[in-house]
């Protein structure tokens, strides 16, 4: 049995390729390749990496020998699994031991540093209420160089770990799902996709406005408006895609990466292009058009009947004196 690892980085594409194998899992299996749902998310296998971690697979229900020979469907030659939580594990020879690296290739995809470090901040800001922090702040405090990663899954892995570099204008057709099909089975996706980028960031006015919010919310109500904002995004480019960082601060990250950079150029051929002029993107805030962003956002969350509205207004008191 021969095995498939996909372990992020997150933001790197990986709720697209998650979304893409789980539903196309039955033309997955014509080829060979096996997509299993294990745990409570549908499309990927973040409780397996979980369960490892925590080693207690049985508290997430899941039995390692379903993913052998003789517990995986017939006529499966990969089993292939998916999830950016795999690359947090911190003892590999964990995983190794479900996945034996003389059957197993393990993929991860690498994103520029600011960019990286950009989006996750704006990933953490829309799932979680308890971010409140610039982010440099949020970079500064949990930036880390990627080859300390890469060297610690190759220690185990070895040369079954490919190192690739997730840069949309360099992936094969522009897309994740057909790079990844390219570099671990050598052929195009079984099925064409028919769905957007999953998991889109927040950006602009409306991070801000989430931002604002988290000194406000409790967990469970940051919950409630993730997916809302996920939906508002939509409605303006200036509500998605990267945020603006200016050259003096992206300088500052270019230079903290500088040897992860080169070491990355050296051993796997990724040149990563820094953004010594500073990152182009969305303001936040935008103090411009704040105002009528917000009246936007919340009109179109009202003819929705989305939470957020709910949310706002219950706490406009002390919104209204800092998004006025």
């Known amino acids: ?49 979980q369960a490892i971690k925590e080693k207690d697979l049985a508290r997430y229900r899941i039995d390692a020998a379903a993913l052998k020979e003789r517990g995986v469907p017939e006529g499966t030659r990969t089993v292939l699994i998916c999830s950016e939580n795999f690359h947090t594990v ?31 901040y704006q990933q953490v800001a829309q799932t979680r ?3 409140t922090c610039s982010a440099m702040d949020f970079a500064r405090l949990n930036g880390y160089p990627f080859m300390e990663l890469v060297d610690r899954w190759r220690t185990v892995y ?21 790079d990844f099909f390219a570099a671990a089975f050598a052929t195009e996706p079984p099925a064409e996709r028919r769905f957007k980028d ?34 508002l995004s939509n409605i303006d480019a200036r509500f998605t895609g990267r945020i603006q960082m200016d050259k003096q601060e992206a300088g500052k990250l270019v230079h903290r990466y500088r040897e992860d950079r ?15 002029d500073g990152q182009a993107g969305n303001a936040v805030p935008d103090l411009l058009t704040l105002k009528d ?26 919104l209204l004196p800092v998004l006025a």
């Open 158 to 178: 070895g040369e079954s770990l490919e190192v690739r570099a997730y840069d949309r204008a360099k992936l094969k057709d522009g897309d994740i799902v057909t």
């Open 90 to 120: 911190r003892e590999v020879g964990d995983v190794a031991a479900v996945f034996p690296p003389a059957c197993t290739r393990v993929f991860l995809y690498l994103r520029e540093h600011v960019a990286y470090l950009t989006s996750w």
């Open 1 to 49: 049995m021969k095995y498939i690892l996909y372990i992020g980085l997150n933001k790197t594409g990986t709720s697209t390729l998650q979304v893409y194998l789980g539903k196309n899992q039955a033309e997955l299996l014509a080829r060979g390749i096996w997509y299993p749902q294990l745990g409570r998310d549908p499309f990927a296998q973040h409780d397996l990496a």
């Open 129 to 131: 209420g308890d971010l």
């Open 262 to 276: 080169e070491a990355l150029r050296q051993q796997f051929g990724i040149a990563f292009k820094p953004p010594r």
């Open 198 to 231: 999953n998991n889109p960031s927040i950006s602009g006015n409306l991070l801000f406005v989430k931002l604002v919010l988290n000194h406000f919310l409790t967990g469970e109500e940051s919950r409630r408006i993730i997916e809302e904002l996920s939906a």
């Open 293 to 318: 962003d917000v009246a936007l956002l919340l009109n179109e969350a009202k003819k929705r009947g989305f939470a957020f509205y709910d949310l706002f207004l219950q706490k406009r008191e002390y």
